[in-house]
């Protein structure tokens, strides 16, 4: 069992940065690959980024290559994803999630196990 609670979201504007955690409790996290996710208001959740459960690997979507970053503390049981270069569509709620696979479904919903509340994002223009 893995419960993940999300923090750092916020009001910034466009081209500025925030960096969003994810802090897991139960001593199985490192065990986790890691995922984030978002949601905009009237679309579907969609896949941001994945870290692999060592953070060896990591996989992101296309449009967001250069300007996300995702990394995890395994001793701190932290995972993070920093956002630079902002934009008003990366307006979202942000989830964190958890998964036992790691076979190219990271950026399937249904590949994770557990998830959190999720942490607002909003960029204004």
């Known amino acids: 069992q893995v419960q993940l609670v999300e923090s750092g979201g916020g009001l910034v504007q466009a081209g500025g940065s925030l960096r969003l955690s994810c802090a897991a409790s139960?001593?199985?996290?490192?065990?986790?690959?890691m995922g984030w996710f978002r949601q905009a208001p009237g679309k579907e959740r969609e896949f941001v980024a994945a870290?692999?459960?060592?953070?060896?690997?990591?996989t992101y979507r296309e449009s967001l290559k250069g300007r996300f970053t995702i990394s995890r503390d395994n001793a701190k049981n932290m995972v993070s994803l920093q956002m630079n270069s902002l934009k008003p569509e990366d307006t979202a709620v942000y989830y964190c999630?958890?998964?036992?696979?790691?076979?190219?479904?990271?950026?399937?919903?249904?590949?994770?196990?557990?998830w959190g509340l999720g942490t607002q994002v909003t960029v204004s223009s």
């Open positions: 139960g001593r199985t996290f490192g065990s986790y690959n």
């Open positions: 870290i692999n459960w060592s953070g060896g690997a990591t």
């Open positions: 999630a958890a998964s036992r696979v790691w076979d190219g479904t990271w950026w399937m919903t249904r590949s994770y196990d557990y």
